[in-house]
């Protein structure tokens, strides 16, 4: 049961101090002659003792000036794990854990009674440090100042405290946070949520995340995430979601399990990057690499790669396909008169008159100089081919207007029909080169089969 609080001041009258004296507090005279009221005061110097004695609380009464520990309680010597014998008498420097500059300014506030209530850390006999909240009062014994203190470990409060703070920073990070329970229900976003999305607290709790959808996943892409964070606790991946204004939007999705002390999901913790600007970059990178850096056509390296899926196309299918090779007839003159700059200029005239010629399965691309090629897909015959050389030379030797005049050039071009039991994609383009000389040598501005 707990005890009525009293001021140190008003309970502290009688104690048994480590010199072997009884101290007389606040001016209390004493004779060999009891009178009623000394009488009372002695049976209140016993019920308080008896109350320092069983007190569950840390007791501590200390000689400010040389330090030391005049009196200790039972609670005291648990604590810090000393006997009680050696803490009477002990300097209080031995169980602080603090620097004698660090407390001087406290301990002057505790004198002047500026403040009661401070935060110490205390060393205990096996080394163990502890953050304790001290109560301090002070009291006179003959000419002697004393503090009572009053201690409380407040170490557990204290890492409680700072958990929370770490939690509460991280939450309010600049990452997208989502809380739901274990059905799915969002309980909490934080504010990088909210700048991301678009969608306010008040909008998606109650809700869950599948509002947040884009339709770019299907049912096997969902159902794959949570067997894996049903079985992991976790799960982690490129995922493509919609903001609260339609538009559709990467992200990097971590998603986390929480379970309860009896290891049952409780919870789970979603952190969402946008990676918007990234996937951004990675798009230009890849478009330098694989693309030709004045006309935007697929370059020579990217050429292979579409040979390569067009070959497994006619292997899967059991069709034809066909390359053109083409080189521009002419087009040296243009650089010698116009310079560089036009020269340009018509290439990428070229390449635009290229474009409009083929289908979308098809591809167009800038092997270097003035050096093009065509990959057609699903040709039907050779015939199919013919007629499109056919359209690429009638487009190309249409006028060019540069530089306020105009100049025509020509196209030269090879063509190599391949079939399922083509294997080499290197052969299949020298083919197609080796037709494209032919035209050249047979007058240029047409174009030749392989053979």
Sequence with gaps: ???????????????????????????????????????????????????????????????YQSGIIVDANPAAAQFYGYPL?????MSVSRINAQHESEIYQQRQKAVIGEQEIFSFEHRLADGDVRTVEAHI?????????LFFSIIHDITERKRVETELRIVTAAFESQESMVITDVNGVILKVN???????????????????SLLKSGRHDADFYRDMWETLNST???????????????????????????GDDGVITHYVGLHLDITERKQAEEKI????????????????????????????????????????????????????????????????????????????????????????IILLDVSS??????????????IGQPLVLKGSQYR???????????????????????????????KESGRTCYRTSV
């Design 286 to 373: 890849s478009n330098m690499a694989y693309h030709d850096h004045l006309t935007g056509l697929p370059n020579r390296a990217l050429f292979y790669d579409r040979m390569q899926q067009a070959m497994a196309h006619v292997h899967r299918n059991r069709n034809l396909m066909a390359v053109l090779m083409l080189d521009l007839d002419r087009f040296k003159p243009i650089n010698d008169e116009l310079g560089h700059e036009w020269g340009d200029k018509a290439l990428v005239e070229v390449s635009n008159r290229l474009l409009q010629c083929i289908r979308a399965t098809d591809t167009v691309a800038r092997l270097g100089g003035d050096e093009f090629s």
């Design 233 to 259: 606790g976790k799960w982690q991946g490129e995922i493509w979601d919609r903001r609260k204004n339609g538009e559709i939007y990467p992200k990097w999705l971590t998603i986390t399990a929480v379970k």
């Design 85 to 89: 014998e050696s803490l009477r008498g």
């Design 191 to 209: 504010r990088a949520f909210t700048r991301t999305t678009g969608y306010t607290p008040d909008e998606v709790v109650g809700q869950t995340p």
């Design 382 to 395: 050779g015939e199919f081919a013919c007629k499109m050389a056919e359209k690429a030379i009638a487009a």
């Design 409 to 439: 050039i020509g196209v030269s071009i090879g063509i190599c029909l391949a079939s399922s039991d083509d294997q080499d994609v290197e052969g299949i383009v020298s083919r197609a080169d080796t037709a494209m000389y032919q035209a």
């Design 1 to 63: 049961m707990d005890e009525p609080e009293m001021k140190p001041a008003d309970r502290l009258t009688r104690m048994d101090c480590v010199d072997g004296t009884t101290p007389q507090f606040d001016g209390v005279a004493h004779s060999g002659q009891q009178n009623p009221s000394e009488q009372a005061l002695r049976e209140s110097e016993a019920h308080f003792r008896q109350l320092f004695e069983l007190h569950g609380d840390v007791m501590l009464l200390i000689d």
């Design 137 to 145: 009062s002070t009291v006179s014994d003959r000419g002697r100042n």
